[in-house]
């Protein structure tokens, strides 16, 4: 019932999920195929996954130096009174505040979420995103950029790390060939 009334959120248009929920499905997907050969928590997963951008429960929630955790418990009290488990809320709140380093499920949930932001549909997104940016490309070009000189150092698994490598590589590509396009559109007629 409570992951029937978590879905129920991306539904409601009053509800702005930052990348939308197939992102956060690729996300849950991603973790359980990262952590395929450990005992996983997959409740905690899910929960973890369909909330973890979830800029709905910030307004009104808390000041400045305590906003997020105020907007943590707020989803951790949605989802307890939707019947999630309450010991499991521990685990949740860790991931959930960004502690890597509270359980695996965390560490995993962390690395796929950042292994979503440079592959394809990583590209896709912030390529789209660019027309809300006031420098259009040049923002969404030096986004990619940072992902690619933060490299493989910024994942905390051994296998992510080692999925990050190849979609790093053809970022690295891309954004050569790209600029190699740029140069020619670049260039001044006399």
């Known amino acids: 019932m409570w992951r029937d009334r978590l879905l129920e959120l991306f539904d409601n248009e009053n509800y702005d999920f ?3 929920q197939e992102h956060c499905f690729r996300v849950y997907h991603m973790t359980l195929a990262l952590g395929c050969n450990m005992l996983l928590d997959e409740e905690v997963v899910f929960a973890a996954a369909m909330m973890h951008d979830f800029k709905p429960f910030l307004s009104d929630r808390g000041d400045g130096s305590n906003r997020i955790e105020a907007a943590v418990e707020a989803v951790i009290a949605f989802l307890v009174e939707e019947g999630f488990p309450i010991l499991k809320t521990d685990a949740l709140r860790e991931i959930l505040l960004g502690n890597t380093s509270a359980c695996h499920e965390a560490a995993l ?8 932001g440079i592959g394809a549909i990583g590209l896709a997104r912030e390529l789209s995103a660019m027309k809300r940016s006031p420098n259009g490309l040049d ?5 990619l950029e940072k992902r690619l000189l933060d490299g493989t150092d910024v994942f905390l698994t051994t296998q992510a ?4 490598k190849e979609r790093l590589e053809e970022l ?12 020619v559109g670049m260039e001044r007629v006399e």
């Open 172 to 183: 690295e590509l891309f954004l050569q060939y790209l600029a190699e396009e740029r140069a």
């Open 161 to 164: 790390r080692k999925n990050a």
């Open 109 to 116: 949930l962390h690395d796929a979420n950042l292994l979503d």
């Open 139 to 143: 923002d969404a070009l030096a986004m």
């Open 18 to 20: 930052k990348d939308g």
